[in-house]
Antibody, heavy 119, light 107 residues
Framework: QVQLVESGGGLVKPGGSLRLSCAAS????????MSWIRQAPGKGLEWITY????????NYADSVKGRFTISRDNAQNSLFLEMNSLRGEDTAVYYC????????????WGKGTKVTVSS | DTQMTQSPSSLSASIGDRVTITCRAS??????LNWYQQKPGKAPRLLIY???NLQSGVPASFSGSRSGTDFTLTISSLQPEDFATYYCQHSYGTPSTFGQGTKVEIK
């Protein structure tokens, strides 16, 4: 079945780095845009970045621009989020999601991976 | 950037009630408005896309509508499994933004 599984979360010190992965299955990964969305503890959802299906065009929220990098490996059906210069406010559950190109709605979500930034 | 103002932030309702949640966009976003449901500890689930299109597998008790820059999610008859937090999201360019969320609780 269509599935997204995130991994790579954990505890990291402020200023540190972390790389999240999202493994896709059950659909043709290379046909879809993909996004990362996060949710801080007890807070709402925050869209942080997306990447298109093939050209690698990306876009970022101001809150992560210059610190986070989204990438993908279509041969491995995988999405990545490289996170550098991490701050306490980056503490959140990070979700990857499949994006439909018509109205850019996110129709499949992973279960999330938790990132905690703390000394 | 386009901001989404969602209201109310919470509401209490009974089984069988009709529930309405609204989102107002700070500028014209056409029909690029989506609704999600999230239950505690779970990932969000797409309910409605493009303002009024029901996602496959979502009960017909959910519906969405648009009037200009105002968008509405309606649950026609609240069921026990509908108690959750609901978010709107605009997808009209980037950055995409979500509303603040509406928590639907049992009265």
């Amino acid at each position: 079945q269509v599935q997204l599984v995130e991994s790579g979360g954990g505890l990291v010190k402020p200023g540190g780095s972390l790389r999240l992965s999202c493994a896709a299955s059950g659909f043709t990964f290379s046909d879809y845009y993909m996004s990362w969305i996060r949710q801080a503890p007890g807070k709402g959802l925050e869209w942080i970045t997306y990447i298109d299906s093939r050209s690698g065009h990306t876009n970022y929220a101001d809150s992560v621009k210059g610190r986070f990098t989204i990438s993908r490996d279509n041969a491995q059906n995988s999405l990545f989020l490289e996170m550098n210069s991490l701050r306490g406010e980056d503490t959140a559950v990070y979700y990857c999601a499949r994006v439909r190109s018509t109205y850019l709605h996110m129709d499949v979500w992973g279960k999330g991976t938790k990132v905690t930034v703390s000394s | 950037d386009t901001q989404m103002t969602q209201s109310p932030s919470s509401l209490s309702a009974s089984i069988g009630d009709r529930v309405t949640i609204t989102c107002r966009a700070s500028q014209n976003i056409g029909n690029f408005l989506n609704w999600y449901q999230q239950k505690p500890g779970k990932a969000p689930r797409l309910l409605i896309y493009a303002a009024s299109n029901l996602q496959s597998g979502v009960p017909a008790s959910f519906s969405g509508s648009r009037s200009g820059t105002d968008f509405t999610l309606t649950i026609s008859s609240l069921q026990p499994e509908d108690f959750a937090t609901y978010y709107c999201q605009h997808s009209y360019g980037t950055p995409s933004t979500f509303g603040q969320g509406t928590k639907v609780e049992i009265k």
